[in-house]
Structure formats: C-alpha cells, structure tokens
C-alpha cells in the first residue's frame, strides 16, 4: 500500500477543514434563526467521508445520507452553492427544492443525501450496476450508518452487490448511536464488517478517525472494484461529536467522558499531528490554509445569503421532464 | 395488410420490450424469474419462464444475461437499483411480479424514484419502467389480485399506464421505457390473452391521452383497464334499448387526460365511472370529484361510481364475481342515470 504523498495529505487535510468549518458555519448560521429545516452534523466524522472519496475519481458515484455534507464536500461539492441550498435559496444545488437532507449532484456523481435510512444502498447498487453495463470502470460508493445495516435494504443490497459482482464499496460510517440509540441495544456485533461474509464478499474494520486506515482500505476495495472484483464492505469506527441534530445537544443518552475520550482522537487534529511531525509541514502554513478557507467560507455564506429565493410558483417546476406540472 | 395482424397483449408487451432492447442499448430488463433459471449460458438458450406469465421469455436468448437479469427475490433491493441505474444512464424495466408486492419496494418507488428529480431541482432523470399485474379474476385471492393503481396516481413524480388492448399496451410500453420519467406499467392478468390489432414496426401511444373507445350522446362512461371491455359490453346492451353509451378509456392515470374526460362529460350531461379498484380516494372518486367541480353545470343527473366494494379480493369464485363490477352493474346504472 502506497503512503499517501504529502501533497495528498494537505489535500485531505483541506477538505476535512473544508467540511469542519462547513459544518461549525452552518451550525451557527441555524442558531441564528437563517437556516430553515433540519441539520444533521458531521463533525468528528471528517476521515471517513474525505478517506473514502479521495480515492474516488470525478465521475464515479455516491450514495450519501441524512448527514451528508461530508461526502458531498468530500466528492467535489462547492461551499458556495451548498450553502444557498440551505439557505433554500435558487442558487442552491437543487435550486430550494432539497435542502440540507436531499442535497444532490449528478454531475458530480452525488446521487443524493437522503432523509431515509439506508435508502441510498440499493440506489448505488444501480449505479454500480450502470457502470459495470456501460464499461465505464466507474464504481460506486454507499454511505450509511450503523443504524441502517439493520434495514432490509442493507441485507438486500449486500446480497445483489455480491450476486451481480458489482464495482461498489459499502461504506458504513459507525458512529455509535442510530440516532440516541446505542449500539449495543440496537444490534448483536460490533464489527459490522463481519456481516460482509454472509453475503460472499470481503469486509474490513478500521478506524475510522484515522485518515490512512481508511484511505488503505478505501484504495483496495476501489481497486478491486475496477478491475472486476466485485464490492467491500468496510465498516469505519467513528463518532458524533454533536447531537444527531442541531437540536440534540447529544448530552442526555451519552456519557461526557465518552465524547471526550472521542474528542481526543479528532480526526483532524490527528492528521495534522501527521503532516507537522512526521512530514515537516510548519503550523503556521496550516493556519493558512485555515484562513483561506474561512475567507472562502465567509463569501460562500454572503453569497447564499444574497441569492435569491424561489417564487412560490416554482413549487411547480421541476416535477416532470420536458416542463410537464402536475 | 398489417391490419390484419394479432397479437395478444402479452405479446404485445413482448413485442415493445424485444424492440425497444433492440432500438436502445441502455434499456435492460429484470425481475424475479423473468428469465426464469435458463439451464444454460449459451447464446439462444431457451429460457425455462419467462416471467410468471412467460412474456419475457425468448428476450434471454436474443440478449443475454447482461441485459436479461434475474434478481433475488429482494424486491426493495431490484426496484432501488433499476432506479439508481436509471439516473446513472440505463433504461431499466423491473418487473415487480404482482403489484400486491408494492409494498416491499414502495420506499425506494415514493421516497425515492419519484421525486429524486424534483427534490433535485429538476437535474435528474428517472427513466425507469416498473412492470406489474394487476386485477381479480383468477381465484388469485387477496394477495394477487388488487388494482390499486390508485396508489400509484397519487404520488406526483409517477406515471401510470393501464392498457386495455393489445394495440394500446405495446405502445405505451414504448412510450413509458422512452420516457425520462418513472412509470408504473401495469397489465391486467385476465386481458393478456386478448387479441387484437398490433402493428409490427414499433409505435407511441402517448402518456396522457384518453382514448374514447365509443362515441355515444347522451352518457360518458369512463372505465380503466379491464372494466373497459365490460362498459363496452354495457353499452352495446343499452344501444339496444336507444341509449347511446359513451366510453373512455384514460389508458393512463398519470398524467389523466382531464381534457378528453371533460369534454365527453360536458357532451352527453352525465357521468359514470367504472373502477376495479376499491371505492375511497380512488380513481373513481377522484374523477367524480374533478366533473363536480369543472362540468358540474353540464350536468343533468347524479355522478355515480361503479366499484368494487371496500373490502380485499376474497377467493372463492361465488364471491370474487361479486366483487368484480359487472356488465349487469353498469347497465343498471347506466338505466339509474338515464331515469333520472
């Protein structure tokens, strides 16, 4: 397995930033009453989605969750028109119509974050399975949660991935809790990555805060994956940080020492750690990336928070192709 | 000359897939069975089903396995991945069995498949065709025998097709699988044996157009899928006693081609609507609903709804022709209305 270079650890280390100071913003911006809806926070949980999709190629495809701005700042989404999406502005990537939970980009091969439960697995098979069709040496990446390997779909899917040889790589990010619920009472294993040999595939664990693990495991699978080898199932040891909405503050189902004990193994910190001790990077050239993504950041919120808002009639655009309305 | 070919409207659905897989390399087919364990991978092997009701079968040999997919019996997992192919660049066409089992799929059909493109700004397309059977009529009892295409108009995103001939079923399958968006398809297990007229080069009928399969004056009665050979059998009944019966045929649900419907209600001043389908939020009652409120001044005598009754499809045979509306049903409504 190749380390990877320093100059893709900066680039990992920016997108993890990207994605903090992403969600820290919108965090804020939703307090102050200037973000409609529901937000589900990714912080703490940075190395998995920037790990996984720095192995991706622009064209390949996701299938993201209920908290999903990591994976779609990680697969190549702009702050600027993520942002508008929250602020339900038509600059937003779906124009106002998908907010924070249905952010999507299929250009981008962002197949959607998704306000169900383990809904985006089967849709990735599809998308596997289009790649795998048309020759293209695409692959397809499932994002989920430890919750929903308890869904249908997951054992569905797992099995049609397998079945079909499908060019995927099931992600699950186990963060601990499928919402307040932990995972001791919600499921019998803790290493979700054993449920891979029922279906006659490989699975892996890793840590989940640690960027190399998964970027190692995330390089083989899409390897395999490629070269016809079919789908991995790697399950990624994670955690919350915060609630799992903005409005849990994540303290009453969770013992302070837990998040603490997990807030000393911040993703983040640990890479830079990496990148200043055993790579020679100055602090001070990170503090300057820090600051040229808060600038960056600041012009993206000024940008959604002057863009437009939809029209009330637009509620009826966009339903059908070829402008058929309800 | 071409006039005078038949084919059944199973064949007919053959005969759409088998074209437009011929027509459109991204267009794939799969389902439970519907090759069916072919015993061998060669090129031109027979397929052993076909489908429950073999119209698949033979597409294997002629396309192959790549394009011809068996799936588990999973069917939230097959539904969601011919959608997910769908929006990355396939045409699939899944075949859910029986619409009974819509139940198992129905997050990926109405959470996802119908409304990623909304929900997405209008910057996706969802070209998938999802194939069921429908309607009583066999002994097939409770979990094999429902319409309920009800269900499917009632969520925005879909479409919905239900052919009442050979003529009209394979040219709404064409239409639904060149469609950027998801339709439901749905055939009627006892009008699969039909015969009738269908061309051989391949043909659109378009989604969204009503087709009035009568021309009468003085009552419009609309009838979706298999109870449109009953209205016409009604109608004849009543020509004989001077009454001119008017039967449309919406031939899809979604988009419902209000206009025609309007049109027929505001000739002829009365209205009936005959629905296999179970009587509350249904397609009868929404057509009832839409002439109340957009002809009710052409009306001359109360909207009545022929149904089945509220209940599931029982299995004996005595009590399943019960629940089936019946050519005397609509005739004797058809007499209520013009008493009136």
Redesign the interface.
Known sequence: MPRPSKELMLQMYRKMMEIRQFEEAASELYQRGELPGFLHLYIGEEATAVGVCSNLNDDDYITSTHRGHGHFIAKGGKRDRMMAELFAKTTGYCKGKGGSMHIADVSLGILGANGVVGAGIPMANGAALSAKMQGTKKVAVAFFGDGATNQGVFHESLNLAAVWELPEILVCENNQYGMGTPQREHQKVTDISIRAESYGMPGIRVDGNNIFEVYDATYEAVERARNGGGPTLIDCNTYRFRGHHIGDPGTSYRDRTEVEEWQKRDPIAYLKKVLVEEESVAETDLEAIDQELRDDLEAAIDFARSSPSPRPEDALEDLYAGGIRP | MSEERTLTLGGAIHEALHQEMERDS?V?IMGEDIVGGAGSDEPGAEDSWGGPMGITRGLVGKFGR??V?D??I?E???????????????R?VAALMFVDFFGIPM??IY??GAK??????????VPVVIRALIGAGVNAAAQHSQTLYSIFTHI??L?VAVPSTPYDAKGLMCAAIR???PVFFLEHKTLLGQKGHVPEEPYIVPL?QALVRREGSDVTVVAIAKMVEVALAAAEELAAEGVNVEVVDPRTLS?LDTRTILESVEKTGRLIIVDEDTPRCSLATDIAALAADEAFYSLEAPIKRVTAPHTPVPFSPTLEAAYIPSKAQVAATIREVMSA
């Open positions: 991204t794939i790549e394009r997919r799936t588990p999973s939230a997992g097959f539904i969601g991945a011919a959608i997910g192919a769908a929006v990355t660049g396939l699939p997050d990926q959470n996802q990623l493109r909304y929900m997405f700004g209008g910057k996706a397309k925005p995103g479409k469609d950027d968006d969204g988009p």
